[in-house]
Protein backbone atom coordinates (compact mmCIF):
# COMPACT_ATOMS: atom_id res chain seq x y z
CA UNK A 1 0.00 0.00 0.00
CA UNK A 2 2.85 2.23 0.62
CA UNK A 3 4.07 1.87 -2.66
CA UNK A 4 1.28 2.75 -4.51
CA UNK A 5 0.63 5.77 -2.61
CA UNK A 6 3.87 6.82 -3.48
CA UNK A 7 3.37 6.84 -6.75
CA UNK A 8 -0.14 8.36 -6.54
CA UNK A 9 2.21 11.53 -5.41
CA UNK A 10 5.12 11.57 -7.41
CA UNK A 11 3.85 12.10 -10.93
CA UNK A 12 6.20 14.65 -12.55
CA UNK A 13 4.90 18.07 -13.06
CA UNK A 14 5.72 17.74 -16.67
CA UNK A 15 2.93 15.24 -17.06
CA UNK A 16 0.54 17.50 -15.50
CA UNK A 17 1.40 20.05 -18.10
CA UNK A 18 1.17 17.51 -20.92
CA UNK A 19 -2.59 16.09 -20.05
CA UNK A 20 -3.69 19.81 -19.62
CA UNK A 21 -2.02 20.47 -23.45
CA UNK A 22 -3.62 17.63 -24.45
CA UNK A 23 -7.16 18.24 -23.17
CA UNK A 24 -6.71 21.98 -24.59
CA UNK A 25 -6.02 20.66 -28.16
CA UNK A 26 -9.15 18.27 -28.28
CA UNK A 27 -11.45 20.73 -26.80
CA UNK A 28 -10.84 23.10 -29.65
CA UNK A 29 -10.98 21.00 -31.81
CA UNK A 30 -14.83 19.33 -30.52
CA UNK A 31 -18.26 20.26 -30.98
CA UNK A 32 -18.80 23.62 -29.67
CA UNK A 33 -22.65 22.44 -29.62
CA UNK A 34 -21.75 19.84 -26.86
CA UNK A 35 -21.39 21.04 -23.79
CA UNK A 36 -17.89 21.90 -22.58
CA UNK A 37 -18.62 19.44 -19.13
CA UNK A 38 -19.09 16.72 -21.42
CA UNK A 39 -15.83 17.32 -23.71
CA UNK A 40 -14.06 17.35 -20.61
CA UNK A 41 -15.76 14.17 -19.39
CA UNK A 42 -14.98 12.73 -22.87
CA UNK A 43 -11.71 13.39 -23.30
CA UNK A 44 -10.45 12.00 -20.12
CA UNK A 45 -12.20 8.45 -20.58
CA UNK A 46 -10.78 8.58 -23.91
CA UNK A 47 -7.24 9.11 -22.69
CA UNK A 48 -7.79 6.50 -19.42
CA UNK A 49 -8.86 3.83 -22.11
CA UNK A 50 -5.74 4.83 -24.55
CA UNK A 51 -4.04 3.99 -21.44
CA UNK A 52 -2.23 7.56 -21.94
CA UNK A 53 -3.74 8.56 -18.12
CA UNK A 54 -2.65 5.30 -16.29
CA UNK A 55 -4.02 4.03 -13.18
CA UNK A 56 -3.65 6.16 -9.82
CA UNK A 57 -2.06 9.05 -12.15
CA UNK A 58 -3.08 12.61 -10.50
CA UNK A 59 -5.17 14.66 -12.43
CA UNK A 60 -4.10 18.30 -13.00
CA UNK A 61 -6.44 20.54 -10.27
CA UNK A 62 -10.30 22.15 -11.11
CA UNK A 63 -8.17 25.41 -11.19
CA UNK A 64 -5.44 24.08 -13.57
CA UNK A 65 -8.35 22.88 -15.66
CA UNK A 66 -10.40 26.03 -15.36
CA UNK A 67 -7.73 28.26 -16.14
CA UNK A 68 -6.04 26.65 -18.90
CA UNK A 69 -9.68 25.72 -20.82
CA UNK A 70 -10.55 29.44 -19.39
CA UNK A 71 -14.17 27.80 -18.50
CA UNK A 72 -15.69 28.17 -15.13
CA UNK A 73 -15.02 25.55 -12.14
CA UNK A 74 -18.22 24.44 -12.52
CA UNK A 75 -17.90 23.10 -15.83
CA UNK A 76 -15.16 21.32 -14.58
CA UNK A 77 -16.63 20.42 -11.41
CA UNK A 78 -19.29 18.34 -13.33
CA UNK A 79 -17.27 17.00 -15.69
CA UNK A 80 -15.20 15.30 -12.68
CA UNK A 81 -18.36 14.59 -10.66
CA UNK A 82 -19.61 12.23 -13.67
CA UNK A 83 -16.02 10.71 -14.12
CA UNK A 84 -16.11 9.91 -10.02
CA UNK A 85 -19.81 8.73 -10.30
CA UNK A 86 -18.88 6.28 -12.83
CA UNK A 87 -15.65 5.06 -10.93
CA UNK A 88 -13.59 6.11 -13.82
CA UNK A 89 -11.22 8.47 -10.80
CA UNK A 90 -11.05 8.85 -7.35
CA UNK A 91 -10.66 11.71 -5.23
CA UNK A 92 -8.67 11.66 -1.89
CA UNK A 93 -9.34 14.91 0.27
CA UNK A 94 -6.73 16.91 0.59
CA UNK A 95 -4.67 15.25 -2.40
CA UNK A 96 -6.36 15.41 -5.50
CA UNK A 97 -7.76 13.37 -8.36
CA UNK A 98 -6.58 10.08 -9.52
CA UNK A 99 -7.08 7.95 -11.93
CA UNK A 100 -8.71 4.77 -10.98
CA UNK A 101 -6.40 1.31 -10.42
CA UNK A 102 -6.41 -1.35 -12.56
CA UNK A 103 -8.02 -4.27 -11.42
CA UNK A 104 -10.76 -2.21 -9.77
CA UNK A 105 -11.62 -0.77 -12.78
CA UNK A 106 -12.08 -3.65 -14.83
CA UNK A 107 -14.19 -4.98 -12.41
CA UNK A 108 -16.60 -2.03 -11.96
CA UNK A 109 -17.03 -1.69 -15.96
CA UNK A 110 -17.78 -5.58 -15.92
CA UNK A 111 -19.84 -5.78 -13.27
CA UNK A 112 -22.21 -2.55 -14.50
CA UNK A 113 -22.50 -4.03 -17.78
CA UNK A 114 -24.19 -6.68 -15.97
CA UNK A 115 -25.98 -4.84 -14.32
CA UNK A 116 -27.37 -2.27 -16.44
CA UNK A 117 -28.45 -4.78 -18.85
CA UNK A 118 -31.38 -5.71 -16.77
CA UNK A 119 -31.98 -2.07 -15.46
CA UNK A 120 -35.39 -0.46 -16.79
CA UNK A 121 -34.84 2.25 -19.00
CA UNK A 122 -36.49 6.04 -19.07
CA UNK A 123 -36.53 7.58 -22.24
CA UNK A 124 -34.96 11.11 -22.11
CA UNK A 125 -36.18 13.11 -25.23
CA UNK A 126 -34.63 16.94 -25.42
CA UNK A 127 -35.10 19.52 -28.96
CA UNK A 128 -30.68 19.72 -29.08
CA UNK A 129 -27.89 19.29 -27.13
CA UNK A 130 -26.05 22.77 -27.66
CA UNK A 131 -26.30 24.97 -24.34
CA UNK A 132 -25.45 24.93 -20.74
CA UNK A 133 -29.00 25.07 -19.61
CA UNK A 134 -29.60 21.33 -21.66
CA UNK A 135 -26.85 20.23 -19.83
CA UNK A 136 -27.47 20.87 -16.49
CA UNK A 137 -30.84 19.31 -16.89
CA UNK A 138 -29.16 16.02 -17.87
CA UNK A 139 -26.93 15.73 -15.30
CA UNK A 140 -29.80 16.06 -12.47
CA UNK A 141 -31.67 13.62 -14.81
CA UNK A 142 -28.97 11.19 -15.05
CA UNK A 143 -28.16 11.43 -11.21
CA UNK A 144 -31.75 11.16 -9.91
CA UNK A 145 -32.61 8.50 -12.47
CA UNK A 146 -28.95 6.63 -11.11
CA UNK A 147 -30.42 6.30 -7.39
CA UNK A 148 -33.57 4.78 -8.50
CA UNK A 149 -31.55 1.93 -10.43
CA UNK A 150 -32.57 3.41 -13.80
CA UNK A 151 -30.54 3.76 -17.01
CA UNK A 152 -31.29 7.25 -19.49
CA UNK A 153 -32.36 6.64 -22.95
CA UNK A 154 -30.95 10.16 -24.51
CA UNK A 155 -33.02 11.31 -27.88
CA UNK A 156 -32.60 14.65 -29.89
CA UNK A 157 -35.34 16.08 -32.16
CA UNK A 158 -33.37 18.70 -33.30
CA UNK A 159 -36.16 21.10 -32.49
CA UNK A 160 -38.63 19.47 -35.04
CA UNK A 161 -41.90 18.42 -34.23
CA UNK A 162 -42.53 15.48 -36.76
CA UNK A 163 -39.03 13.92 -35.49
CA UNK A 164 -40.25 14.15 -31.74
CA UNK A 165 -43.43 12.26 -32.54
CA UNK A 166 -41.52 9.40 -34.52
CA UNK A 167 -39.44 9.45 -32.02
CA UNK A 168 -42.24 9.25 -29.21
CA UNK A 169 -43.54 6.40 -30.85
CA UNK A 170 -40.55 4.03 -31.00
CA UNK A 171 -39.33 4.81 -27.59
CA UNK A 172 -42.91 3.24 -26.28
CA UNK A 173 -43.03 0.63 -28.29
CA UNK A 174 -39.81 -0.18 -27.39
CA UNK A 175 -40.90 -0.63 -23.72
CA UNK A 176 -39.04 2.32 -21.85
CA UNK A 177 -40.70 2.65 -18.48
CA UNK A 178 -41.45 6.35 -18.47
CA UNK A 179 -40.71 9.67 -21.11
CA UNK A 180 -39.35 13.00 -19.56
CA UNK A 181 -40.14 15.04 -22.87
CA UNK A 182 -38.32 18.72 -23.62
CA UNK A 183 -41.05 19.63 -25.89
CA UNK A 184 -40.16 21.23 -29.35
CA UNK A 185 -40.08 25.00 -29.88
CA UNK A 186 -43.40 26.37 -31.16
CA UNK A 187 -45.52 23.48 -30.30
CA UNK A 188 -48.82 23.54 -28.72
CA UNK A 189 -50.22 20.32 -29.15
CA UNK A 190 -48.83 17.01 -29.68
CA UNK A 191 -51.15 14.61 -30.45
CA UNK A 192 -48.74 11.21 -29.58
CA UNK A 193 -48.00 12.97 -25.92
CA UNK A 194 -52.16 13.29 -25.72
CA UNK A 195 -52.67 9.84 -26.51
CA UNK A 196 -50.18 8.59 -24.14
CA UNK A 197 -51.08 10.70 -20.94
CA UNK A 198 -54.99 9.49 -22.01
CA UNK A 199 -53.70 5.59 -21.29
CA UNK A 200 -51.52 6.85 -18.36
CA UNK A 201 -48.24 6.24 -19.30
CA UNK A 202 -45.79 7.67 -17.17
CA UNK A 203 -44.42 11.41 -18.70
CA UNK A 204 -43.32 14.24 -17.62
CA UNK A 205 -42.56 17.63 -19.66
CA UNK A 206 -39.63 19.76 -18.92
CA UNK A 207 -39.13 23.37 -19.45
CA UNK A 208 -42.79 23.96 -21.32
CA UNK A 209 -45.74 22.52 -21.28
CA UNK A 210 -48.45 22.02 -23.79
CA UNK A 211 -51.79 23.48 -23.10
CA UNK A 212 -54.75 21.33 -22.69
CA UNK A 213 -53.04 17.99 -21.62
CA UNK A 214 -52.68 17.68 -18.62
CA UNK A 215 -49.58 15.91 -17.80
CA UNK A 216 -47.08 16.25 -15.29
CA UNK A 217 -44.45 19.25 -15.97
CA UNK A 218 -41.21 21.15 -14.52
CA UNK A 219 -39.65 23.78 -15.48
CA UNK A 220 -39.28 27.86 -14.32
CA UNK A 221 -41.58 30.45 -13.31
CA UNK A 222 -41.01 32.10 -16.35
CA UNK A 223 -43.78 34.55 -15.68
CA UNK A 224 -42.32 36.27 -12.46
CA UNK A 225 -38.58 35.64 -13.29
CA UNK A 226 -39.37 38.53 -16.07
CA UNK A 227 -41.60 40.20 -13.83
CA UNK A 228 -38.89 41.07 -11.77
CA UNK A 229 -36.27 41.72 -14.14
CA UNK A 230 -38.59 44.35 -15.23
CA UNK A 231 -38.98 45.98 -11.68
CA UNK A 232 -35.20 45.71 -11.35
CA UNK A 233 -34.52 47.98 -14.27
CA UNK A 234 -37.57 50.18 -13.09
CA UNK A 235 -36.26 50.41 -9.28
CA UNK A 236 -33.14 51.99 -11.53
CA UNK A 237 -34.66 54.84 -13.11
CA UNK A 238 -35.39 52.67 -16.65
CA UNK A 239 -39.11 53.73 -18.33
CA UNK A 240 -37.81 52.98 -22.09
CA UNK A 241 -38.00 49.28 -21.71
CA UNK A 242 -38.13 46.28 -24.67
CA UNK A 243 -38.39 42.84 -25.02
CA UNK A 244 -36.85 40.94 -27.65
CA UNK A 245 -37.65 36.89 -28.48
CA UNK A 246 -37.72 34.18 -31.13
CA UNK A 247 -41.01 33.59 -32.07
CA UNK A 248 -43.11 33.42 -28.63
CA UNK A 249 -46.38 31.75 -29.77
CA UNK A 250 -46.56 28.14 -28.94
CA UNK A 251 -44.05 27.92 -26.57
CA UNK A 252 -45.08 28.36 -23.39
CA UNK A 253 -42.00 29.46 -21.78
CA UNK A 254 -41.59 31.96 -23.66
CA UNK A 255 -45.06 33.12 -23.73
CA UNK A 256 -45.18 33.40 -19.76
CA UNK A 257 -41.96 35.42 -19.99
CA UNK A 258 -43.67 38.17 -22.29
CA UNK A 259 -46.45 38.44 -20.18
CA UNK A 260 -44.40 39.27 -16.95
CA UNK A 261 -42.60 41.75 -19.17
CA UNK A 262 -45.98 43.23 -19.91
CA UNK A 263 -47.35 42.81 -16.84
CA UNK A 264 -44.72 44.43 -14.85
CA UNK A 265 -44.76 47.44 -16.86
CA UNK A 266 -48.77 48.14 -16.25
CA UNK A 267 -48.65 47.63 -12.67
CA UNK A 268 -45.61 50.68 -12.65
CA UNK A 269 -47.83 52.15 -14.64
CA UNK A 270 -45.89 52.28 -17.78
CA UNK A 271 -47.10 52.12 -21.32
CA UNK A 272 -46.95 49.14 -23.47
CA UNK A 273 -45.22 50.61 -26.26
CA UNK A 274 -45.49 48.24 -29.18
CA UNK A 275 -42.49 49.37 -30.93
CA UNK A 276 -40.37 48.25 -28.23
CA UNK A 277 -41.30 44.73 -28.67
CA UNK A 278 -39.14 42.28 -31.15
CA UNK A 279 -40.38 38.99 -32.27
CA UNK A 280 -38.75 36.35 -34.43
CA UNK A 281 -35.56 38.54 -34.17
CA UNK A 282 -32.72 37.70 -36.65
CA UNK A 283 -29.02 39.86 -36.44
CA UNK A 284 -30.40 42.46 -39.01
CA UNK A 285 -33.90 42.97 -37.77
CA UNK A 286 -32.09 43.52 -34.07
CA UNK A 287 -29.99 46.05 -35.76
CA UNK A 288 -32.93 48.15 -37.35
CA UNK A 289 -34.76 47.60 -33.83
CA UNK A 290 -31.42 49.28 -31.82
CA UNK A 291 -30.78 51.62 -34.40
CA UNK A 292 -34.07 53.29 -34.23
CA UNK A 293 -33.96 53.77 -30.33
CA UNK A 294 -33.02 57.54 -29.09
CA UNK A 295 -31.22 57.80 -25.79
CA UNK A 296 -30.74 55.54 -22.99
CA UNK A 297 -33.41 52.18 -23.77
CA UNK A 298 -33.13 48.81 -21.84
CA UNK A 299 -33.93 45.31 -23.47
CA UNK A 300 -34.81 42.07 -21.66
CA UNK A 301 -33.84 39.45 -23.96
CA UNK A 302 -36.22 36.13 -23.87
CA UNK A 303 -32.74 33.69 -23.79
CA UNK A 304 -28.84 33.86 -24.09
CA UNK A 305 -29.08 33.16 -28.08
CA UNK A 306 -31.29 36.42 -27.91
CA UNK A 307 -28.66 38.10 -25.63
CA UNK A 308 -25.64 37.51 -27.54
CA UNK A 309 -27.40 38.75 -30.80
CA UNK A 310 -28.02 42.40 -28.58
CA UNK A 311 -24.96 42.79 -27.57
CA UNK A 312 -23.07 41.79 -30.75
CA UNK A 313 -25.60 44.19 -32.35
CA UNK A 314 -24.60 47.12 -30.12
CA UNK A 315 -21.19 46.75 -30.20
CA UNK A 316 -21.28 47.10 -34.16
CA UNK A 317 -23.75 50.07 -34.04
CA UNK A 318 -21.12 51.28 -31.34
CA UNK A 319 -24.04 51.59 -28.53
CA UNK A 320 -22.62 51.50 -25.48
CA UNK A 321 -23.34 48.65 -23.11
CA UNK A 322 -24.24 49.87 -20.08
CA UNK A 323 -23.83 53.66 -20.58
CA UNK A 324 -26.92 53.40 -23.98
CA UNK A 325 -28.45 50.51 -23.62
CA UNK A 326 -28.45 48.01 -20.41
CA UNK A 327 -29.18 44.61 -21.05
CA UNK A 328 -31.07 41.38 -19.37
CA UNK A 329 -31.48 37.90 -20.46
CA UNK A 330 -32.36 34.53 -19.44
CA UNK A 331 -29.66 32.34 -19.38
CA UNK A 332 -26.50 31.82 -17.86
CA UNK A 333 -23.79 30.15 -20.51
CA UNK A 334 -20.12 28.74 -21.08
CA UNK A 335 -17.46 31.86 -20.54
CA UNK A 336 -20.33 34.43 -19.17
CA UNK A 337 -17.95 36.14 -16.88
CA UNK A 338 -15.23 36.52 -19.81
CA UNK A 339 -16.93 38.68 -21.70
CA UNK A 340 -16.28 42.63 -22.01
CA UNK A 341 -19.24 43.45 -20.31
CA UNK A 342 -20.62 40.81 -17.97
CA UNK A 343 -24.03 40.18 -18.63
CA UNK A 344 -27.19 40.69 -15.76
CA UNK A 345 -28.57 36.91 -15.89
CA UNK A 346 -31.93 35.40 -14.93
CA UNK A 347 -30.37 31.58 -14.08
CA UNK A 348 -32.76 28.68 -14.18
CA UNK A 349 -31.95 26.15 -11.28
CA UNK A 350 -31.69 23.34 -14.43
CA UNK A 351 -30.12 20.75 -12.71
CA UNK A 352 -33.07 21.04 -9.72
CA UNK A 353 -35.60 20.81 -12.80
CA UNK A 354 -34.00 17.36 -13.87
CA UNK A 355 -34.15 16.55 -10.13
CA UNK A 356 -37.50 16.93 -9.70
CA UNK A 357 -38.75 15.83 -13.12
CA UNK A 358 -37.30 12.08 -12.33
CA UNK A 359 -39.39 12.43 -8.59
CA UNK A 360 -42.56 12.95 -10.29
CA UNK A 361 -41.87 10.46 -12.80
CA UNK A 362 -41.07 7.55 -10.43
CA UNK A 363 -44.34 8.66 -8.63
CA UNK A 364 -46.02 7.95 -11.79
CA UNK A 365 -44.14 4.99 -12.71
CA UNK A 366 -45.31 3.39 -8.75
CA UNK A 367 -49.06 4.17 -9.76
CA UNK A 368 -49.47 7.80 -8.37
CA UNK A 369 -51.46 9.40 -10.97
CA UNK A 370 -52.17 13.29 -9.34
CA UNK A 371 -50.94 15.43 -11.77
CA UNK A 372 -48.08 18.09 -10.96
CA UNK A 373 -46.71 21.18 -12.27
CA UNK A 374 -43.62 22.77 -10.42
CA UNK A 375 -42.08 26.44 -11.36
CA UNK A 376 -38.90 26.62 -9.16
CA UNK A 377 -37.57 30.00 -8.86
CA UNK A 378 -34.97 31.95 -10.64
CA UNK A 379 -31.70 33.23 -9.82
CA UNK A 380 -30.69 36.75 -10.77
CA UNK A 381 -26.78 37.24 -11.44
CA UNK A 382 -25.97 40.97 -11.25
CA UNK A 383 -23.50 41.68 -14.52
CA UNK A 384 -21.80 45.27 -15.67
CA UNK A 385 -24.97 45.41 -18.62
CA UNK A 386 -27.53 47.68 -16.18
CA UNK A 387 -26.55 51.14 -15.91
CA UNK A 388 -28.49 52.46 -12.48
CA UNK A 389 -29.89 56.18 -14.01
CA UNK A 390 -29.57 57.03 -10.33
CA UNK A 391 -26.18 56.88 -10.02
CA UNK A 392 -24.64 60.13 -11.97
CA UNK A 393 -22.10 58.55 -14.55
CA UNK A 394 -18.55 60.52 -14.86
CA UNK A 395 -18.88 64.14 -15.89
CA UNK A 396 -22.93 63.85 -14.88
CA UNK A 397 -23.76 65.27 -11.69
CA UNK A 398 -27.71 64.32 -10.20
Same mark, same amino acid.
Given at each position: ?12 ? =? ?84 ? $? ?18 ? @??? /? ?46 ? #? ?13 ? !? ?14 ? @? ?49 ? $? ?25 ? =? ?5 ? $? ?6 ? !? ?8 ? !?????? #?? /? ?37 ? =? ?8 ? #? ?21 ? $? ?5 ? @? ?6
Amino acid at each position: MKTVRKRLFTRPL =QSCIFIIKCMEMYLVKSDKRVPLYMQLRAYISDQIQQQVLKPHDKLPTEQELSEQFKVSRITVKNALKDLAEEGVIYRIQGRGTFV $SGAEKKETALYEGTQTSASL @PVV /AVIVPRLDNLFIGNVLIGLESRLARYQYRMLFMTTQDHQDLERKVLQE #MAADGVKGLIIYPAE !GENYNEEILKLSLHNF @PIVLIDRYLPGINTNFVGTDNFQAAYDAVTYLIARGHSEIGFVSSEVKGTT $SLEERFEGYRQALLQHGLPLNYDYQLF =QADEDEI $SRFLAARQ !GRFAVLAAHN !GIGHRV #MK /AAAELDIAIPERLSVIFFDDYEYSDLTRVKPALIVQDAE =QIGLQAVELL #MKAINGQESKAQLKLATRFQEGD $SVLDLHT @PTRGESR
